[in-house]
């Protein structure tokens, strides 16, 4: 399988000019080859595109793509080709997972990269020589497992810059302490293990303020102004400091839970329909719950176990997970339920976590045990003693 293995490096001045030198070619050769797509009756594909790519150089307009490496033009002609093929796939039905939107015109202030083939790229006494760009010395945080197919020299919104290496890795045998774990995810708790154990996300409220504040200031700065652009990279350094955190944050996670047990059960929430709602989008947002579900999907490919995910109208948090009784919907302000007929005090989440366990397995709750014919009652009101305890914090 293929995995991608990214490092920091500071280049130097004059390796910064070069970069941004083909960071700007590998644009406009994209943004030309879009315009082209759109204004042709059929699509191109790529033999086309780079036979125009080959036109273009012979052009006085143009003539100075000739003065960085053929190869990552190439590679965004090749990028474009699939993004279309991808669009069209899914738009047809043909691609499975969330529907792709057709390729965009790229901007100067987003996100920069250009990708290297094997043959315009070496690896050599610690450095990384790319075609006509020099030696690259990146902080090599781990090693390559293999020899790399392909680099993506990357530029971010904040300034940082990154080298991103395709590897070729093999799967890892690690003997698991337990069978299976349910994971049920929520807002102020991020996990609740059907084990029992609680993981609550790293807060971000504070570094969160300071980006609405900024975004405010950056609203009322004029357009292509230096102070506009400096706030700019203020709010994306914010911002890349909150994802940094909560990437590594969940790959942490998704690696203790992946490593110690051989069955993974999610509950297959439809993130992207949630965060409609106004008022939790943001907070949605910055959980990280599909970046979670996959990284915990891929980690399970990589060291042989077992991910399963169960349908999103599975009641839960309806049934209680020692009997199969099943109580009806409840508020979501209400923490704790007592179960009527066995008479257990169920937390909310845990509960929940243990029936996704248990449907992720194979083992229906309702199903063989107490009240499996019972209909899903009213909602339940915090004023009935007998049937719901007193709410708790999550």
């Known amino acids: 399988m293929k995995a991608r293995y990214q490092y920091r490096f500071y280049p130097t001045a004059q390796q910064q000019v070069s970069l941004a030198q083909l960071f700007g070619c590998v644009r406009v050769v994209w943004n030309d080859a879009l315009a082209f797509c759109k204004q042709s009756e059929k699509l191109p594909g790529y033999n086309k595109l780079a036979a125009m790519l080959t036109q273009l150089k012979r052009t006085e307009g143009r003539a100075w793509l000739a003065d960085v490496s053929s190869v990552p033009l190439q590679q965004s002609l090749r990028q474009l080709d699939t993004a279309y093929k991808n669009f069209f796939e899914s ?7 969330k529907k792709v939107g057709s390729p965009k015109f790229k901007k100067k202030s ?11 790229f070496k690896i050599s006494d610690g450095e990384v020589k790319l075609a006509k760009i020099g030696n690259l010395k990146p902080i090599w945080s781990r090693e390559l ?4 197919s392909s680099a993506t020299v990357i530029k971010d ?12 890795v093999e799967p890892i045998s690690i003997n698991a302490k337990n069978q299976s774990i349910g994971i049920d995810l929520g807002l102020k708790t991020f996990a609740v293990m059907s084990n029992g154990d609680r993981v ?9 303020r300071k980006i609405r504040s900024r975004q405010r200031k950056l609203a009322r700065q004029p357009k292509d102004s230096k102070r506009r652009d400096r706030t700019r ?24 839970i992946v490593s110690e047990n051989q069955t993974i059960v999610l509950e297959d929430l439809n ?3 949630m965060v409609k709602n106004r008022r939790l989008a943001r907070a949605i947002s910055l959980q990280g719950w599909r970046e979670f579900r996959n990284l915990c999907e891929s980690k399970s490919e990589k060291l042989g176990r077992e991910f399963t995910t169960i349908n999103r109208w599975e009641p839960t948090s309806q049934v209680c997970s020692d009997c199969g009784f099943r ?3 409840i508020d979501l302000s209400v923490r704790s339920v007592l179960c009527l007929n066995c008479g257990t005090e169920q937390d909310r989440d845990e509960n929940a976590a243990k029936n996704i366990e248990m449907v992720g397995m194979g083992h229906r709750h309702d199903l063989k045990r107490t009240g499996s014919d019972r209909k899903t009652s009213l909602e339940a009101s915090c004023c009935e003693p007998s049937r719901i305890t007193a709410p708790s914090g999550r």
């Open 91 to 97: 738009r047809n039905g043909k691609r499975k997972g």
């Open 110 to 120: 987003n996100r920069q990269s250009a990708t290297f083939a094997n043959t315009a």
């Open 145 to 148: 497992p293999s020899e790399p």
């Open 157 to 168: 919104c904040a300034g940082r810059y990154f080298l991103s290496f395709v590897v070729e």
């Open 200 to 208: 609550h996300s790293p807060e971000s409220a504070k570094i969160d």
């Open 233 to 256: 990279t203020k709010i994306a350094k914010l911002h890349n400091q909150i994802a940094d955190t909560r990437k590594d944050f969940l790959h942490k996670l998704s690696t203790k």
């Open 271 to 273: 993130v992207s329909g």
């Open 327 to 329: 109580w009806g919907k």
